[in-house]
């Protein structure tokens, strides 16, 4: 997300409209972000459409010269552009989004956060008490899916009182997965996690709440069924405060589109 110029934390949006006003354009760009994130939250891939308005007698950019030139101004960051697409004018990337998809590592094993892999640092999340039981963190996950009130389950900010509580969450798993270079360590009896989300959007630290409560699950901390509960209690106070995932084991992993929409023909100029 944009900051302003008091700010001490810099945002990737920020950083886009910089390197984007290299492209000489006749107004400054606008990027439109398909979904912002918190500080410590990762992006494997997030989208966001801009309108760009060059000189009379320019020809338009296409998609391979957005992406090398933008590229070039960006190189001193972490930060790629990896496909550009030519969309009509009714496009947004934030309203037009199907669905987003989320995933949360989790690294369990661990019984003191100095063992947690140098190179996995601020990836992941080793909660406290080594192992987690996955299997009551699966049942627990199922009264997540669907179409809730889910109040319980984000953190209030200056937008609570503008938007609907209600979510339709379409996806939840927990699967194993790998570590970086983690064949190296095997002997070190380390397991990686990850939890996936998906949804058409999600309330203000919705992920890192549920992700939170289903570890405490794991840990025995709370039953499946409390997950029911807290659901129904609707209420952002009865999350306990141990139910907060931090944000490094976060990602944004993609952003869903109708393929129509990222397949329009338009003509140069337009």
Request: proline share 7%.
């Amino acid at each position: 997300m944009k900051t302003s110029n008091d700010q001490s934390v810099v945002g990737v949006e920020n950083y886009l409209e910089k390197a984007a006003q290299n492209l000489n354009p006749i107004v400054p760009i606008k990027f439109h972000i398909s979904s912002r994130t918190d500080t410590g939250v990762h992006a494997l891939c997030n989208s966001a459409h801009l309108d760009i308005q060059r000189a009379p007698g320019k020809p338009a950019f296409n998609e391979k010269q957005l992406i090398y030139s933008l590229n070039y101004h960006l190189r001193p960051e972490p930060i790629r552009i990896l496909n550009v697409y030519r969309v009509s004018n009714s496009f947004h990337a934030r309203f037009s989004a199907l669905s987003r998809t989320y995933i949360y590592r989790l690294l369990m094993g661990c019984a003191h956060h100095s063992e947690v892999p140098v190179f996995e640092r601020d990836l992941c999340w080793a909660p406290a008490g080594g192992q987690l039981n996955v299997p009551a963190m699966r049942d627990a996950a199922q009264f997540l899916l669907g179409t809730h009130d889910f109040s319980t389950f984000r953190s209030l900010n200056s937008e609570t009182p503008l938007q609907s509580p209600v979510r339709t969450v379409f996806q939840v798993d927990i699967q194993p997965s790998s570590g970086f270079l983690s064949h190296h360590y095997e002997q070190r009896g380390l397991e990686f996690w990850e939890l996936k989300f998906r949804s058409r959007s999600f309330l203000y630290r919705q992920v890192r709440r549920m992700v939170g409560a289903l570890v405490a699950v794991g840990q025995g901390k709370l039953t499946p069924h409390h997950i029911k509960e807290l659901l129904e209690r609707k209420d952002s106070r009865a999350l306990p405060p141990y139910a907060m995932a931090p944000p490094s084991g976060l990602f944004l992993k993609s952003v869903e589109y109708n393929e129509a929409d990222l397949a329009t023909t338009v003509a140069p100029g337009e």
